[in-house]
């Protein structure tokens, strides 16, 4: 078996690594916060005290951090991966970040012979505890496939994408379709609430036609509910759909669906909610008409 290095132990991190160990991996792992590392360390993976001591231990190395420097930091930093990483190692970024920045770290490793995969996953705390994330994958195929068991431990669907970066760029056509929808299911709740109709009836009677979607069975009650708790906190959407929208910049793109939802999360963080779950964008809706 590989040996596995793993790098970022939060909500997503805890949870993926924890199922490696279960799988039989051997795993180094590091996490700035090292108190975040006692669950891991007590499964049975070695602690590390830096990203290099991982990737001197590790042939995969995984990293799962927050945005596109914090990546640089631990990869290109100092006492980052590729300061000890072996050559023929690989490794595996699986944060959500720049498909430009992606790119730009895959050539820089790939002149001391390392190979990497973007692979930004899809299916929040609840799929990566199950083992059951949507993996895109960017990068070579044969890496890939030499990488599949491993990725298949986290992962329901694991489907190459494309080159470098473009992994990234599949997850940025995600968070559009889901920010995009759940900005119906707003609207389309308010509909209902305010002509009588009992919004929970409304889910049921639509969720299995053509408009059923993942937000809408699953934000839909929450919405109905009440309940804003976090899934997945606004303050992280707001980063997808900034990076979404650079891309779109780049690309000479016109996302005016995108634009708009990410302006309404805005105005949902200048009320102090950006810790909240992406559900509270039926707030922002509420205020516009005073509701
Ligand atoms: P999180 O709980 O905030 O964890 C972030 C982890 O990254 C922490 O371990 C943090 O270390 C580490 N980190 C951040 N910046 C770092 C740096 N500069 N150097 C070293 N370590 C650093 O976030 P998460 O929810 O696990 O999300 C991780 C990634 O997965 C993000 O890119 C996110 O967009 C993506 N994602 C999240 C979800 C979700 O539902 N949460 C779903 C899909 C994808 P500390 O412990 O020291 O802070």
Not at 3 to 14: E, N, S, T, V, Y
Not at 31 to 49: I, M, P
Not at 80 to 103: L, R, Y
């Amino acid at each position: 078996m590989e040996k596995i290095g793993f790098i970022g132990l939060g909500i997503m991190g805890q949870p993926m690594c924890v199922n490696l160990l279960k799988a039989g991996y051997s795993i180094t792992a590091y996490n700035r916060t090292d108190s975040k590392l006692e669950t891991v360390v007590k499964q049975g993976a070695k602690r590390a005290d830096s990203p290099a001591q991982v990737a001197k231990e590790s042939d995969i190395i995984m990293t799962i951090v927050t945005d596109s420097e914090d990546v640089e930091q631990v990869i290109l930093g100092q006492d980052g991966i590729i300061h000890a990483a072996k050559a023929g190692s690989v490794v595996i970024d699986m944060s959500t970040i720049s498909p430009s920045v992606t790119q730009d770290i895959a050539k820089q490793l790939s002149k001391k012979d390392i190979d990497m995969l973007d692979a930004p996953v899809s299916g929040g705390d609840v799929g990566a505890r199950a083992g059951t994330l949507a993996i895109m994958v960017g990068g070579k195929k044969e890496v890939l496939e030499r990488c599949m068991p491993v990725l298949e431990v986290m992962g329901k669907t694991v489907t190459h994408v494309g080159t470098h970066g473009m992994g990234q760029t599949v997850k940025l056509c995600n968070q559009i379709l889901v920010s995009v929808t759940n900005m119906a299911v707003c609207e389309a709740l308010l509909l209902a609430k305010k002509s009588g109709v009992d919004p929970d009836i409304m889910i049921k009677a639509t969720e299995n036609g053509a408009a059923g979607s993942w937000q809408l069975s699953n934000l839909g009650p929450k919405m109905a509910e009440r309940d804003f708790a976090p899934g997945f906190m606004i303050d992280l959407q707001q980063k997808d759909l900034r990076l979404a929208l650079e891309r779109v910049r780049e690309l000479s793109l016109a996302s005016p669906a995108l634009a708009l939802v990410n302006q309404l999360f805005s105005s949902c963080q200048a009320h102090g909610e950006g810790r909240e779950g992406t559900q509270t964008l039926i707030k922002s809706l509420e205020r516009l008409v005073n509701l």
